[in-house]
C-alpha cells in the first residue's frame, strides 16, 4: 500500500486528488495540509511514501517544506512530487535540487498522476531530458553549471558509476539502463543507489542536477 500526504492551500484540489488516490487499489491517503508548516509536521507524524506538495502556499511554500522534509534523514524514505505551473519553473529546479523527486503540472490526468506516484515510489526520478534541460537553461547561470563541485565529488565514484550516473541525468530508468549496457535492472539499481549514497543526495533527481552541474551534461546540448 501506497501511503501519500497531500499539500495544497486550495481545499477544493485537495478533495479531488483525495479522491482519485484513496479510491485506487494500493494507494491510500494519510493526510492533508493546507500549508507546507502543516505538511511538515503531518509528514514527520505519519511517515508517508510520497508528499504531492504545492509550491505556493501561506506559513510556508512547498519549496521550505520540501527542503526541510528532504534535511530530515529520518524522513529519508519519503518521497516528494512538486505539483507546478509553467511559472513557477525555477521554484521547481530549487526543490528537484533540495530532494524532490520530480514535478508535475496541476492540470495533468488522472491516469498520469497515479502513474507518476508509482514511478517515484519505485525510485525513479519523474523527470524527462527535455524537460530537465529546459529548466536548467533557464535558471542555470554558465557559472553554476561549470564543473565546480565534481572534481571532488566524481572521485568517489567508478568508471561504471560514471557512466550511469551520465545516463540517469539524461532521463533513462533503470530498465533502459540495463538495456543499453546488457546488465539486469537490479544492477542498474544497485549503481544508482550507491552513487545516492556517495554523493551524499536524497533522490534519484539530485543526480540529474549533479549530471548538468557536474560538466557530464551540458545545457542546451542533446
Known amino acids: ?62 519549496l521550505q517544506a520540501t527542503e526541510a522534509i528532504c534535511a530530515d534523514p529520518q524522513l529519508a524514505d519519503t518521497r516528494i512530487i512538486i505539483l507546478t505551473t509553467f511559472e513557477e519553473d525555477e521554484y521547481v529546479l530549487r526543490a528537484l535540487k533540495a530532494g524532490a523527486g520530480g514535478f508535475l503540472g496541476k492540470g495533468t490526468e488522472a491516469e498520469a498522476l497515479m502513474a507518476a506516484i508509482r514511478t517515484v515510489n519505485d525510485g525513479e526520478a519523474l523527470l524527462s531530458p527535455k524537460a530537465t534541460r529546459a529548466l536548467i537553461d533557464r535558471y542555470l547561470s554558465p557559472a553554476e553549471t561549470a564543473p565546480q563541485r565534481v572534481p571532488d565529488e566524481l572521485a568517489l565514484l567508478t568508471e561504471r558509476e560514471r557512466e550511469i550516473l551520465l545516463l540517469v541525468g539524461s532521463g533513462l530508468s533503470n530498465g533502459e539502463i540495463a538495456a543499453g549496457l546488457v546488465i ?6 544497485t549503481h544508482v543507489n550507491r552513487m545516492m549514497s556517495k554523493l551524499g543526495v536524497h533522490d534519484r533527481a539530485q543526480l540529474v542536477i549533479i549530471a548538468y552541474e557536474s560538466g557530464l551534461l551540458v545545457p542546451g546540448r542533446t
Open 1 to 62: 500500500m501506497i501511503s501519500v500526504v497531500l499539500a495544497d492551500d486550495q481545499a477544493l484540489i485537495r478533495t479531488a486528488v483525495s479522491e482519485l488516490v484513496s479510491h485506487t487499489d494500493g494507494f491510500t491517503v494519510v493526510g492533508e495540509a493546507s500549508n507546507g508548516l502543516e505538511a511538515l509536521h503531518l509528514v514527520r507524524a505519519t511517515r508517508p511514501d510520497i508528499v504531492l506538495m504545492d509550491i505556493r502556499m501561506p506559513v510556508m511554500d512547498g
Open 184 to 189: 539486469s535492472p537490479q544492477t542498474a539499481k
